[in-house]
């Protein structure tokens, strides 16, 4: 999510003329967006601002925005006094805000294209130099191919471990309009592949003002029969929001990606309800299994926390079961932190048992992967290409080119699934 707003943000910024770049010295303006979920991703954030105190010494003009959700967590009064030199603070609940902003800037149309760079130079005396922001707005994929669409914010839901509904408040959703011009957009510009985001981006619902609701499944066909698209996906689902409805449109609509990152957090009854998600390990076996009913080929990955607080051997050895009973394509895990727990829970384990578990989990998790890489072999697999590289498949794996083959960035391409190289596949171009 914090990658698509800094995308959403360096957008704003651009479309009043300013420029990027990866050069602090040339920046007129930076902005930090900030991350709190995990200790380390606060602390660069904290680290990076204090190091900007150096380049607002050199450029006073210069405007530096500190955003998201360590904002959000932290509070303007906090950051203002530690960092004087911090012209704004923005949360992660109020980022449109920054459009607002942005007015006391000159606008572009008194400085055209061609005078701006004579322009930025100017300190002092013209009524207006024109600001150049340049942030590193990364992206994700990094590849023009591939463009992100945030669907709602925030999240309703409840999970006793999550800072998101405090930092990003209560789920709200976009309208399908908006939504659908920004993908006529962002496909005009060249993006063959879409992602839908959301924290639970598969709770929404837009009702228009006549009392007519979009439903989810509805918004995806939608945007899956945008012209020029090649690919679209979802990011990240929740077990709690599929419909029967989501399920035919799933099976209808091959250009929805047959990929589904399904955020599971334990395998076990007991630590589920503790975490407050709302759904069982059957219920979510449940859904599973009916996403291959409807898409037999589909991948599934997860997200996993290991050590939250009463989690023991037996009920860990129900996540690390659930590996292969659910069939992940791959899991993101992480030890449970207090700090993001809003009752703050001890965990039970020390460090040194946190990182035993977590071993053992990304162990099964890797044999499993490689196992569902190997299966693929010989396999005839349609490929997205973001470079010359590298491209996907619509099960999300990825595919490199034998050697001497290159590909075509953003044209589909029928590949041969040859070997497996680290943890992708390798493959050639086949008619
Ligand atoms: S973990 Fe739970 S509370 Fe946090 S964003 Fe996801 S669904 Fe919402």
Redesign the pocket.
């Known amino acids: 999510m914090n990658e698509a707003d800094s995308e959403r943000i360096g957008r704003s910024f651009a479309a009043r003329g300013f420029e990027l770049t990866d050069s602090l010295k040339a920046a007129d303006a930076v902005v930090i967006n900030t991350c709190t979920v995990r200790q380390r991703a606060e602390d660069k954030a904290i680290s990076q601002i204090g190091r900007l105190r150096k380049w607002k010494l050199a450029r006073p003009d210069g405007k530096l925005f500190v955003v998201g959700c360590a904002a959000e967590k932290l509070g303007r009064k906090y950051i203002r006094n530690r960092f004087p030199f911090v012209d704004e603070v923005v949360g992660a609940k109020s980022l449109d805000k920054i459009e607002a902003l942005l007015p006391d800037f000159p606008t572009l149309p008194d400085f055209p294209p061609e005078n701006r760079h004579s322009v930025q130079k100017h300190t002092t005396g013209q009524p207006s130099p024109l600001p150049t922001f340049r942030p590193p707005t990364p992206r994700l994929p990094d590849s023009p191919v591939s463009a992100f669409i945030t669907i709602m914010r925030g999240?309703s839901?409840?999970?006793s471990y999550?800072i998101?509904?405090a930092v990003r408040g209560e789920a709200s959703y976009l309208a399908p309009e908006e939504i659908l011009a920004e993908a006529e957009a962002k496909i005009a510009e060249g993006a063959k592949e879409l992602i839908l985001l959301g924290?639970?981006v598969n709770s929404y619902r837009y009702e228009g003002k006549d009392g007519a609701a979009v439903s989810f499944p509805a918004l995806l066909k939608m945007a899956a029969a945008l012209p020029g698209l090649a690919r679209l996906r979802f990011m990240s689902p929740?077990p709690l929001f599929f419909t029967d409805e989501f399920f035919r449109v799933f099976r209808e609509n091959p250009r929805i990606g047959r990929y589904i990152h399904l955020p599971v957090q334990s395998g076990s009854d007991r630590i589920l309800k503790a975490m407050r998600r709302g759904y069982t390990r059957a219920r979510y076996l449940d859904i599973v299994a009916k996403i291959r009913e409807a898409a037999p080929d589909a991948a599934v990955s997860t997200d996993f926390i290991v050590g939250y607080p009463g989690e023991t051997e037996a009920d860990f050895r129900e996540s690390l079961s659930l590996i292969g009973e659910a069939g992940f394509s791959f899991a993101y895990c992480f030890k449970y932190s207090r700090r993001t727990d809003e009752r703050g829970l001890e965990p039970d384990l020390d460090e040194a048992g946190m990182d035993e578990r977590l071993e053992r989990l990304l162990a099964e998790v890797k044999k499993n992967s490689g196992a569902i890489l190997n299966a693929r072999i010989g396999r005839i697999e349609e490929v997205l290409p973001e470079s010359r590289d590298f491209g996907r498949t619509s099960a999300n794996f990825v595919v490199r080119p034998e050697r001497g083959a290159e590909l075509e960035p953003g044209a589909l391409v029928r590949m041969e699934i040859t070997g497996v190289v680290r943890n992708a596949l390798k493959g050639r171009p086949v008619p």
């Open positions: 999240c839901l409840k999970c999550c998101v509904p924290q639970t929740h």
